[in-house]
């Protein structure tokens, strides 16, 4: 299947800092890309998605300008968390539509653990 | 929207055959998918359902009724290994196939 890669698994940054994380499509163009965070045992949230060249779509109570997300190419999405807090610490997974996959299937990267102290 | 229920935990017995059930109501309906997360990791995919009916893959199989807005994953001879969240999503026609991800169901088997 395809493969999806998110860069770096983990990070620690201190509050007030602002984090980058990378989403690549590896083998395969993707014009959509989603975003979700997950808290500890709970499910996954969608956040925004994001479609290359253009702005990306927030869900409702996501604060756009403090989850930065650019989908500059086909291959390549990051979010951009500014002014980290605490309560931003989570597991944020991004995933890739692959539009020639058939079943449209969203393939996930590998998550991105985040700690903010 | 959407509203996605499955049960937030279940256990069973290495060896046994667990059923993990999922209810769905959405206005948009096309396709019905179930991934596996094991601990601190990504969700990988398991099956998807688009029609009525039976999907059988090795020790995992998926049944879908749209009528009824049910869907459930079946996992025979249990592994160890299984023990994982398994995650029942709906993806949405109506709002540019988006999927929308149920709570989860903590499995854990027991030797």
């Known amino acids: 299947g395809a493969v999806v890669s998110q860069h770096p698994s983990r990070v620690i940054c201190k509050s007030g800092t602002s984090v980058k994380i990378e989403c690549r499509s590896l083998?395969?163009?993707?014009?959509?890309m989603f975003w979700y965070r997950q808290f500890p045992k709970q499910s996954l949230m969608l956040m925004a998605t994001s479609n290359e060249g253009s702005k990306a779509t927030y869900e409702q109570g996501v604060e756009k300008d403090k989850f930065l997300i650019n989908h500059a190419s086909l291959t390549l999405s990051t979010l951009t968390v500014t002014s980290a807090h605490p309560e931003d610490s989570s597991f944020y997974i991004c995933?890739?539509?692959?539009?020639?996959?058939?079943?449209?299937?969203?393939?996930f990267g590998p998550g991105t653990r985040l700690t903010v102290t | 929207g959407q509203n996605i229920d499955q049960p937030t935990e279940m256990t069973a017995t290495e060896g046994a055959i667990v059923q993990i059930n999922c209810t769905y109501q959405t206005s948009g309906f096309n396709g019905l998918f179930w991934y596996q997360q094991h601990a601190g990791e990504a969700p990988t995919f398991l099956s998807y359902n688009v029609l009525d009916g039976l999907e059988e893959k090795g020790r995992f199989s998926s049944f879908l009724s749209r009528s009824k807005g049910y869907s459930y994953l079946l996992l025979k001879e249990l592994q160890m290994k299984d023990s994982a969240s398994y995650l029942c999503a709906v993806r949405d026609g109506n709002a540019g196939n988006m999927l929308t991800f149920g709570g989860g169901t903590r499995l854990m088997v027991k030797p």
């Open positions: 995933s890739a539509r692959d539009p020639a996959g058939g079943r449209y299937e969203q393939y």
């Open positions: 083998d395969f163009q993707a014009t959509t």
